[in-house]
């Protein structure tokens, strides 16, 4: 059935809000967990504790965000699914996830004598402090099956509009990797080493907790669960179709971050450290907007798969309106409490008045990114995952050319690439979406798994 045979709908904003106030306060939990961690080894009398901490913690974020195409191919495929009222395809949707989750966790496990010193060694550090940084992440790569399979389970979640369960599940495991934290490093003196057991035993503990909460809502759904259904290799073809793309996608974005970082480090510390204030809240502001996105995925996705083409622009335009609300007030308090934000963060003078120098980019942010954002969402409740790849690798296709011309300008040459490449991100997606919305779209944007 398609979307003529029925009435325009609207979305109501308390639908939106009811989806994306969960995923909001998840993503908040996730730093908070960060600075509580630095916190507890920061007090540790030796800082090569918390050098190893802080680098071998940058390791794992690009490591395991690099995998983080299970959370979104999961959700946007569930959506479909749930929108369609297939439960058996949620459920074989979520058993055969789960198992590309587990082999890619125990192939990093498998690599991780190899991989870890040469990745440490990458990222670089004094000695001492890559040494401790290679021992915690010898601990914390037997997390990866759990890490992973979860990424599985709250995507599985999400796109049944779960948002509540979602927050269940972070806030557990944030608040077990909180107390373990305390009692190991603490308690029992283990410093570094206790945080990585602390992730580690949190990651496992949070799959325990999110197995149990999908076979209380496979109560609510019919069929069962069968093992014959990680047999099925069509499926799985299907399945890796979706997911490499946004994995070349989630590659191309983990470089641009980092070549960020590079360059702004290679300006000197003052220009690292202000770079790093003003990406802080950037990252806050990424927060609220991935809230709304994701929301977006689990309303597009379900209209998608049940054929209802006109609740698709409906939530798109629902979800566009909180995402453009939220872009305007960050960029308004940005423009007006910038400067005291910056001291908040940093009582250093040097780093203060390099920051505000840069601030008007900080201010501009928000209103180029968000639909970067939000299209995110619109494509990965679609399923659309190749147009997110090719925007993504025709904004790198800009912003490498653009940091080359503009080194003259420094910093702000710098700044000027990266704000050039989330706009490629939001206009390509935003036109591709505009162009297809009434045709193409509704016909080839769902996905059928095969049977």
Known sequence: ????????????????????????????????????????????????????????????????????????????????????????????????????????????????????????QLIGGAADVQ??????????????????????ILGWFLGQQRTRTTLLLTVTSNTANVVLTLALVLGASLHSD?????????????????????????????????????????????????????FIRTLALLFVNSFFTSRGAASGTTILAANAVLLEFIMLTSYALDGFAQACEALTGRAAGAQRFDQFGAAVRACAKFSLYTSLGAALIFAVFGPAMIDVLTSIDAVRQTARDYLPWLVAMPLIAVWSYLMDGVFVGAVATRP???????????????????????????????????LVRSTSLSAIYLRRRHGIWADNATYRAPH
Not at 403 to 408: A, V
């Open 131 to 152: 040494a401790l940084a290679i021992r915690f992440a010898h601990i914390r790569i037997f997390s990866a099956p759990a890490v992973l399979s979860n990424y599985v």
């Open 194 to 246: 206790g945080v990585a057991w602390a992730a580690l035993v949190a990651d496992y503990l949070a799959l325990g907790l999110g197995i149990a909460l999908v076979m209380r809502r496979s109560k609510a759904l019919s069929g069962r669960f069968a093992l014959s259904m990680l047999a099925n290799t069509k499926r799985y073809r299907a399945l890796f179709q979706v997911n490499k793309h946004l």
């Open 1 to 120: 059935m398609t979307d003529s045979s029925h009435r325009p709908v609207k979305v109501p904003g308390r639908q939106v809000w009811r989806l994306a106030w969960p995923i909001i306060l998840s993503n908040i939990s996730v730093p908070l967990l960060g600075l509580v961690g630095t916190a507890v080894i920061g007090h540790l009398p030796d800082a090569r504790y918390l050098g190893a901490v802080t680098l071998a913690t940058t390791l794992f974020n690009m490591l395991f965000w690099a995998f983080g195409f299970l959370r979104m191919g999961t959700t946007g495929l569930t959506s479909q699914a749930h929108g369609r009222q297939h439960d058996e395809e949620a459920r074989a949707l979520l058993l055969q996830s789960l198992a590309l989750a587990g082999a890619l966790g125990i192939v990093l496990i498998a690599l991780s004598p190899w991989l870890v010193p040469a990745a440490v």
């Open 388 to 422: 997110m790849r090719d925007t993504l690798l025709l904004s790198v296709a800009v912003f490498l050319p653009i940091w080359y011309l503009t080194q003259g300008l420094g910093n702000h040459g710098l700044w000027l690439s990266f704000a050039l490449f989330m």
